[in-house]
């Protein structure tokens, strides 16, 4: 079982903002990073250091993290945005990482 | 900067096997490496990582024993292996590269396309 827990599926009408959330113990110490992958895809890296951007991913994505919660904000979500959303951090011990069950995105 | 993966196996269980990802584009022995599961129709699961500049390896508890991670830096690739794969060990594995911006500023920030494992019985 994943140390992080997130939402299986989350839906947003296409426009809207959507947030999906990540818990986990671990996140009080360590900084939640956020994966999206699409169908057929590797994973691509979306949000890292709670609200740190990659060179390429739209500002309508951006990330916080308070106590155990870490959140992933899509402002204005796209047709496109469509797809499942791993957060991950290092585990309790900090020796490990782990990934959260992920969350499907419809963008309805 | 890239990952480039070996292709695709179909194997039997009780056999072993190696897959590869080479790196280019970037200082190959200053980032971890890591490898990751997807298991058809299912998320994402962290199997260990090492460091090519001197071979340092952590393994996920899950997977501790069942694997072995290596590097030859010689020639840029990273090494996922089974002595004896299970039909469990069907999957789609991917490397990507970990990178530390500063210490707890850090992440997957390139991920190979990925090799798909089909163990039969």
């Known amino acids: 079982s994943s140390e992080l827990t997130q939402d299986p599926a989350v839906s947003v009408a296409l426009g809207q903002t959507v947030r999906i959330t990540c818990l986990g113990d671990?996140?009080?110490?360590?900084?939640p990073t956020w994966y999206q992958q699409k169908p057929g895809q590797a994973p691509l890296l979306v949000i890292y250091h709670k609200n740190d951007r990659p060179s390429g991913i739209p500002d309508r994505f951006s990330g916080s993290s308070s106590g155990n919660t870490a959140s992933l904000t899509i402002t204005g979500a796209q047709a496109e945005d469509a797809a499942d959303y791993y957060c991950s951090s290092r585990d309790s011990s900090g020796y490990h990482l782990v990934f959260g069950g992920g969350t499907k995105l419809t963008v309805l | 900067v890239q990952l480039v993966q070996s292709g695709a196996e179909v194997k039997k269980s009780g056999e072993s096997l190696k897959i590869s990802c080479k790196g280019s584009?970037?200082?190959?022995?200053?980032?971890?490496i890591g490898w990751v599961r997807q298991m058809p129709g299912k998320g994402l699961e962290w199997m260990g990582i090492i460091y090519p500049g001197d071979s340092d390896t952590r393994y996920s508890p899950s997977f501790q024993g069942r694997i072995t991670i290596s590097v030859d830096k010689s020639i840029r690739t990273a090494y996922l292996q089974w002595n004896s794969l299970e039909t469990s060990d069907t999957a789609m594995y991917y490397c990507?590269?970990?990178?530390?911006?500063?210490?707890?500023?850090?992440?997957?920030?390139?991920w190979g396309p990925g090799t798909v494992v089909t163990v039969s019985s």
């Open positions: 990507a590269r970990f990178h530390e911006w500063e210490l707890l500023r850090t992440a997957f920030d390139i």
């Open positions: 584009g970037y200082s190959f022995t200053s980032y971890w």
């Open positions: 671990s996140l009080r110490t360590y900084s």
